[in-house]
């Protein structure tokens, strides 16, 4: 079989460019709500047992590259918090 590169997941975001999926943030959409609730939300987000946590962008961004996963996802937990909430 040959290694056309789709196979594999690139262990570091910026090893591959383009449009490709790897080089995306995951991201929340909160529709019409979206610049008034955003910016003031943290979200600890837990993917098959390790944590991610830090505070979304005003376009509802994480820090999160789907690159940063290095497993396919079977268990998601999701908490959104306010400035000073846990």
């Known amino acids: 079989m040959v290694d056309d590169g789709y196979n594999t997941q690139p262990k570091?975001?910026?090893e591959k460019s383009g449009s490709k999926i790897f080089d995306k943030r995951?991201?929340?959409?909160?529709?019409e709500i979206?610049?008034?609730?955003?910016?003031?939300?943290?979200?600890?987000?837990?993917?098959?047992g390790i944590t991610y946590e830090g505070e979304l962008d005003d376009?509802?961004?994480?820090?999160?590259?789907y690159s940063d996963i290095e497993t396919e996802i079977t268990d998601l937990e999701l908490?959104?918090?306010?400035?000073?909430?846990?």
Not at 34 to 48: A, C, E, G, H, V
Not at 59 to 65: K, L, Q
Not at 79 to 86: K, V
Request: proline share 3%; hydrophobic share 30%; charged share 30%.
């Open 12 to 14: 570091n975001h910026k």
């Open 26 to 31: 995951i991201k929340f959409d909160f529709g």
């Open 34 to 48: 979206n610049n008034d609730i955003t910016p003031f939300l943290r979200y600890r987000l837990k993917i098959d």
């Open 59 to 65: 376009e509802g961004n994480t820090d999160i590259f």
């Open 79 to 86: 908490f959104f918090s306010q400035d000073g909430d846990n």
